[in-house]
């Protein structure tokens, strides 16, 4: 006799896409971590703390999520208690991350700012939280709960680290035409060969002496 299947199991593809995808964008912290290096301007370890590091912690919890949506669990309470841990480790660390970018002083922040590195993550485990709290009396609105987040997680995660790459770039371009035009203008060297020979002493002069 063949077992019912899981009310997520519809899901599956979906979350395979979304978690491959948040597990391979990880990646692209690495490269903004490789641009922060090559400045002359040293990032400090609360700038990175505060707007990058939560981008890997995005992506993982996208990828997170796909795998426990993915598990066979033998029950939904199982995994509503799962998810839920997920949801709530999240908005705790939303709000470590706030009390981060309020205290660091490398950069002031916009209201985009604000809202992408704080306001839409935390609405997003905050959907997860709930989404994963009323599982088994709402199954199909919590399949909904559980794409939202997951999908707002990545393109957060996307977002925040284009911006980063873009505003690091900029800040390199610009801090590049500024050398120049602060370097002195240095007198070209003159070839030996064309330099100036000085004239010779007479004879009559060597005589004289």
């Known amino acids: 006799m063949q077992e ?6 519809a899901w599956e593809s979906f979350y395979v896409i979304v978690a491959s995808a948040g597990a391979a964008l990880t990646g692209l912290q690495f490269v903004v ?14 700038q990175i703390d505060a707007f990058s590091t939560p981008s890997i912690v995005h992506f993982c919890a996208v ?6 949506l993915s598990t066979p669990w ?17 908005v ?13 002083r490398g950069y002031e922040l916009v209201l985009e700012d604000w809202v992408f ?20 009396s709402h199954t199909a609105d919590a399949e909904f709960g559980f794409a939202f987040a ?12 284009w911006d980063t790459v873009t505003f690091l770039a900029t800040e390199k371009g610009n ?3 500024q050398q120049k035009l602060t370097e002195p203008n240095a007198e070209p060297n003159v070839p030996s060969a064309v330099a100036p020979v000085a004239k010779p002493v007479g004879d009559t002069q060597l005589l004289a002496t």
Do not use: W
């Open 4 to 9: 019912p299947s899981s009310p997520l199991s």
């Open 33 to 46: 971590i490789a641009l922060m290096t090559d400045l002359r301007k040293k990032r400090s370890s609360d």
């Open 63 to 68: 990828l997170l999520i796909g795998a426990l």
């Open 74 to 90: 033998h029950s939904l309470s199982s995994e509503a208690i799962a998810l839920g841990i997920v949801g709530g480790a999240g």
């Open 92 to 104: 705790v660390y939303i709000l470590v991350v706030l009390h981060r970018v309020g205290h660091q």
């Open 117 to 136: 590195h704080t306001g839409l993550p935390l609405l997003a485990y905050a959907a997860l939280l709930v989404a994963a709290i009323v599982l088994q």
């Open 150 to 161: 997951s999908l707002l997680l990545l393109f957060i995660g996307i977002h925040n680290a």
């Open 175 to 177: 801090r590049g035409q």
